[in-house]
């Protein structure tokens, strides 16, 4: 082979380095979407197709704010009675419990660390004293704790959101911002 065609095919072999990275990355997981999580393909798909009828906030019936269901395990961003979104969380266990009542944001930054668990806190919402809202703490080592417990009370107390909830919450939410956590039981 002469310096020319070496060129070439490196060239060629480059483009479909390139090309199949797009794919794996853009394409391929978009294409799941189609199958979506059955075994039968779905002709088309279309975000729309998965929209919920809106669900109403328990507490918060006018402006924006937060609302934390204890005994559900929930938060919801509430914007004029209607939830915006809504997650699985993780409150404080039965010995450190979230507090209750109603709150204000306090303050918010995209990370601290928290000298009393040896971990760092992304996407930081504080409402009351040193209780927030935040990502699933990572450990010093890089570990993130509490995964399998979202859902479950396993917190020293503050609420814990999934990766990517967290950081959903934190956009969201401003300071003085209202905070209703309720237990379910005492509305009846």
């Not at 419990?97 to 009393?116: A, W």
């Not at 009351?128 to 990502?135: L, P, S, T």
């Amino acid at each position: 082979m002469d310096r020319k065609s070496i060129l070439v095919f490196i060239l060629v072999f480059l483009v479909g380095v390139e090309a199949g990275i797009f794919l794996f990355g853009n394409v391929f997981p978009k294409l799941e979407l189609l199958f979506l999580r059955s075994q039968k393909p779905i002709l088309s798909y279309s975000p729309l197709l998965e929209k919920k009828a809106p669900v109403s906030c328990q507490k918060i019936k006018e402006g924006k704010g937060i609302e934390v269901n204890i005994d559900k395990q929930t938060l919801r961003l509430c914007e004029n009675g209607e939830a915006k979104e809504e997650f699985l969380v993780s409150t404080g266990k039965r010995q450190t419990p979230t507090p209750e009542g109603k709150f204000r944001v306090i303050k918010k930054s995209p990370m601290i660390h928290s000298k009393i668990a040896a971990c760092w806190l992304p996407f930081w919402v504080g409402f009351y004293d040193d209780f927030g809202f935040h990502e699933l703490p990572i450990s010093d080592s890089g570990q993130r704790i509490g995964q399998e417990e979202i859902g479950k009370p396993a917190s020293l107390g503050c609420v814990r959101l999934n990766p990517g909830d967290a950081e959903k919450l934190y956009k969201f939410s401003e300071i003085g911002m209202r905070v209703v956590i309720f237990k379910e039981s005492e509305e009846k």
